[in-house]
C-alpha cells in the first residue's frame, strides 16, 4: 500500500511529480499533498500547477498571474510549514526562457516574430517543455524543499517526458540547420546549399507560402540560433534532477480503461528509463459501504417492492446501491490490468467525492484519504 | 475508379438533409474524455440510417475510430467501417497532415517522387509543425472536400461528422483565416483558407459541444461556445453524455422509511444496513443536486440541449446504435 505519509515526511525527497492521463485528478491530487507536506510534515512547500479548475485557482489564490508563487493564505502553519502556489504561464516562461540566453534587444526581434508568436502558444510540447523549465527555476531558487509538480493535460501522459527532448531535437534539428545554412554564411537564398529535391520543397514552399513567411522563419531561425545550445543542456539537465532519488513519481490514474492503459504505460516508460517510480494513485473510486448486500440481491428486492406497488423511495436506493457495488467491481476489474502488471508498484485509493473539489477542506479531504488509502482486498 | 454513388441503395436521400440536423458538416468537440470519438461515431451512424452514406472523420492522429470500431489502423483512405440500421453505410478516413500537405502540393505543383524524398528529409513534419496554422488549413481544407464532393451533380455524402481536436483547441482549429493570416499574407494557402474560412462559417456546418454533467467539462464548454461565436462559427447542439437517469426525486429519505421497506423487501433491517445505505443515498442525492445546477448552467446558453445515456456495460456497439436513436430522436 502506498505510504504518503512517509514520502512527504522525507526530507530528501525535493521534487513530487503527479503525472498520467487528462482529466484523472493530476491537479487536484498535486495541490492535496502540497497542503498535506504543509500542514502535516511542516515543509516548505510550493505548488506549480498547470491547469486548475476555476474554484480551485480561487481557493489557491491564483487570480494574480505574474508566473512566480505566492504564499496561500488559510493553511495552518502551526508545524512551521508553508504553502505556496503558482499556475504556469507557458508564453511568459518562454518569454524568460529567451530573455535568460541573449540580450535585450535580440530578445525583442524574437518576441515579434510571428513564427516566436505562434510556437510560444501553440507548439505541441512547449506547454511540457515550460513546466519543465519552471520546475528547473524553482528548484534553483532553493527557497522551498518540497516541490509539487503537476503535469499538464497532455494527450498520453508520456509526452511530459517526450515533448521536451521533442522541442529540443526540433530547435535543434537537421531542418532548421538547412534553413539555417545560407542565413550564416550570409546567401541570398535560403536553399542554397541543399539537394535538388529540397530545392523543389522551397520552390513549393516559397509559391504556397509566399516570401514574406520565409523570411519571417529565417529571422526566427537566426534569432534562436545562438539559443539552441542553451535550450538542449536546460532540458537535459532538468531531465537528470526526475532521475535523481530526491524525486518521487506519482502516477494519477481514474479506475477507467483510458487511463489505466496510460497509467501502464507510463510506469513502463519509467521503469526504462530508471526514474523513481513512487506508487499509483487511483483516484475517484466508488465503495458501496454495505458489501455484504450484492447487486443481484438488492435489485431483486427492488423489483419485488415495485411489484408490490410500495416503498417507492426504498427501491430507488437498493438501484443506487446496486449500481454502486456493479461499478465496484468494474473499476476493481479495471485497476486490475495494471496491478498485474506492475504488482510492485504501491497503490492509495481515493474515494469519489460527492461534489468537485475546490476548496482548501476539500483538499485536505483527499489529502487524508491518500495518507489513509482504503483497505484493499 | 469505382463508380462512388454504387452500393448504398438509398442514394435518392443523400442530397436532402436531414430537418433536425440540417448542416452537411458536424464538428464534435468538447473537452478531452466526455466522449467525443463516441458520439461523433454514434451521429454519423444516426445520419446514415435508412440507405444514406456518410464519412467520420478523425484528424488528430489518434486511430480513436479504428479502437472504437476495433479494426486495425485507418488509412489515409475512407473506407467503410459500419453498416447503420435500415442499410446505410458509415465511411471513415484519417486525415493525417503529412499526406494532406503532399496532396495539397500535389495538386498544384506535380511534385511526384520528390515528394516522398521531401518526407524522409522531414521537411513535411517541418513544415506543418513550425506552422500548427498551415496544418490546421489542410486538414479542415480535406474535410471540406469530402463534404462537398459530388460525383455526376449527386452528392457522395449525406453529411460528414468530424471527431474534432478538444475544445481547448477547438476555435483556433477552426479559426484558420485568422490563423494562417498571420503567417502567409499571399499566395493559395492564403486563398485555400479563405474558402475553407467561408465554409466553416456557412450554415453547411454545425458546431456540437460534447459534456458530462461535471464543472470542468461544462466550464470548458460555456467557454468554447462563447470564443466560438465571438469568432462567427456557427454552433450546433450542447451533447451532454452519460448522464444518469434521476432517482430519489422526492429528495430524501429517512432511516424509518428505509427501515420499513427493507423489512418489507425481506432484507435485513439492522443499523449497520440502514446507516450504510442511507449515506449512499445521500452521496447520490448531493451528485445529482450538482448535475441539476450544471444543467442549469448549459440552459443559460441557450442552445439546444441532447443527452445521451449512460451505458452501463461501456461503449459496445449495440450501446452505439442506442446512442444513435437518441440523437435521431432529438429535435
Ligand atoms: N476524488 C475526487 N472526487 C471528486 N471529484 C474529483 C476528485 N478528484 C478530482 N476531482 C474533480 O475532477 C476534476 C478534474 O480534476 P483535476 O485535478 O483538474 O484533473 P487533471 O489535473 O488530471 O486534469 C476537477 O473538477 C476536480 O474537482
Ligand atoms: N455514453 C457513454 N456511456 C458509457 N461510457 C462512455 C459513454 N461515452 C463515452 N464513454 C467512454 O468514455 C471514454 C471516453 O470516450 P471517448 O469517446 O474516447 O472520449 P474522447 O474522444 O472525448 O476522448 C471511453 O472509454 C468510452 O468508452
Ligand atoms: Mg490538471
Ligand atoms: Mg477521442
Known sequence: MLDVDSILADRDVRIVVCCGAGGVGKTTTAAALALRAAEQHGRRTVVLTIDPARRLAQALGLTELDNTPRLVKSVDAAGGGELHAMMLDMKRTFDEVVLAHTDPVKAEEIFNNPFYQAMSSTFAGTQEYMAMEKLGQLRARDTWDLIVVDTPPSRSALDFLDAPARLARFLDGRMLRLLLAPARAGGRSMFNLVTASFGVFSRAVQKVLGAQLLSDLSGFVAALDSMFGGFRERAEQTYRVLQDRETAFLLVAAPEPDAIREAAYFAGRLRQDRMPLAGLVLNRVHRTQLPQLSAARSLAAAAALDQAGEHDSTAEVLRIHAGLVDQGVREKRVAGRFTRDFPEVPVAEVPAQPADVHDIDGLRTIGAALARPLSRP | ?331
Open chain 2, 1 to 331: 475508379m469505382e463508380d462512388e454513388t454504387d452500393g448504398c441503395e438509398g442514394e435518392r436521400d443523400v442530397n436532402q438533409v436531414n430537418p433536425f440536423w440540417p448542416a452537411r458538416l458536424h464538428v464534435v468537440t468538447g473537452k478531452g474524455g466526455v466522449g467525443k470519438t463516441t458520439v461523433a461515431a454514434a451521429l454519423a451512424l444516426a445520419l446514415a440510417t435508412g440507405g444514406r452514406r456518410t464519412l467520420l472523420v478523425e484528424v488528430e492522429g489518434r486511430q480513436g475510430i479504428a479502437q472504437l470500431f476495433e479494426i486495425p489502423p485507418l488509412p489515409y483512405q475512407e473506407r467503410p467501417i459500419a453498416a447503420a440500421a435500415d442499410g446505410g453505410e458509415v465511411r471513415a478516413l484519417a486525415v493525417d497532415p503529412e499526406e494532406a500537405l503532399l496532396e495539397y502540393l500535389d495538386l498544384f505543383y506535380r511534385l511526384g517522387r520528390a515528394g516522398r524524398v521531401l518526407r524522409k528529409l522531414g521537411a513535411i513534419d517541418f513544415a506543418t509543425t513550425i506552422a500548427p496554422g498551415l496544418r490546421d488549413v489542410l486538414l479542415t481544407g480535406k474535410v471540406k472536400e469530402a463534404t462537398t464532393r459530388t460525383v455526376d451533380g449527386r452528392r457522395i455524402y449525406q453529411a460528414v461528422v468530424l471527431d474534432a481536436p478538444p475544445t481547448g483547441r477547438i476555435t483556433r482549429f477552426l479559426n484558420v483565416t485568422a490563423e494562417t493570416a498571420r503567417l502567409a499574407k499571399v499566395g493559395p494557402i492564403k486563398t485555400q483558407s479563405e474558402g475553407v474560412a467561408a465554409f466553416l462559417r456557412s450554415p453547411m456546418t454545425a458546431i456540437h459541444v460534447v459534456t458530462l454533467l461535471e464543472e470542468m467539462p461544462v466550464q470548458e464548454t460555456i467557454d468554447a461556445i462563447g470564443d466560438l461565436a465571438a469568432a462567427g462559427l456557427p454552433i450546433g447542439r450542447v451533447i451532454v453524455n452519460a448522464a444518469r437517469p434521476p432517482l430519489l426525486t422526492a429528495g430524501r429519505i429517512t432511516q424509518a422509511e428505509l427501515r420499513r421497506g427493507l423489512a418489507a423487501a425481506g432484507l435485513t433491517t439492522d443499523r449497520e444496513a440502514v446507516a450504510g445505505l442511507q449515506a449512499e443515498a445521500k452521496a447520490y442525492l448531493t451528485r445529482q443536486k450538482v448535475e441539476q445546477s450544471l444543467r442549469a448552467e448549459l440552459d443559460e446558453l441557450g442552445r439546444p440541449i441532447v443527452e445521451l445515456p449512460l451505458l452501463p456495460d461501456g461503449v459496445t456497439r449495440a450501446g452505439l446504435d442506442t446512442l444513435a436513436a437518441t440523437l435521431l430522436a432529438a429535435e
